[in-house]
């Protein structure tokens, strides 16, 4: 079963062949995907490396965590499921139970 690991605190200039070279040592690497930017595709500093099988990333994680790659200690890991986020993109809900959905008319005390 394949399992797909976290790897952090990368240096900027790691590429993702380094990273496949580096993790072929803990077994058969199926897929390294490391994350960019979306608007300028710089390297954000971490990755998700997909090992063969539980074993294997297990190795991955006791050779490679705290190990220093580009001048910095990798941060390794097994990869937690993408967590749903339904607020994206910052923006405030409004609902009945605030000031400004009420649709109060008049002045303070709220009658008519």
Do not use: C, W
Request: proline residues 3%.
């Amino acid at each position: 079963m394949e399992v797909k690991l976290y790897v952090g605190n990368m240096s900027y200039e790691t590429s993702e062949e380094q990273l496949r070279t580096l993790f072929a040592e803990a077994g058969t690497v199926v897929s390294v995907d490391l994350i960019k930017d979306r608007d300028t595709h710089a390297p954000k500093g971490f990755a998700f490396v997909t090992m063969g099988s539980q074993a294997e990333a297990q190795k991955a994680i006791t050779l490679f965590n705290s190990k220093e790659v580009g001048g910095r200690p990798l941060v390794v890991n097994a990869a937690r499921p993408r967590e749903e986020n339904s607020n994206r993109g910052g923006g405030r809900s409004f609902n009945n139970n605030n000031s400004y959905g009420n649709n109060r008319r008049g002045g303070g005390n709220g009658r008519y």
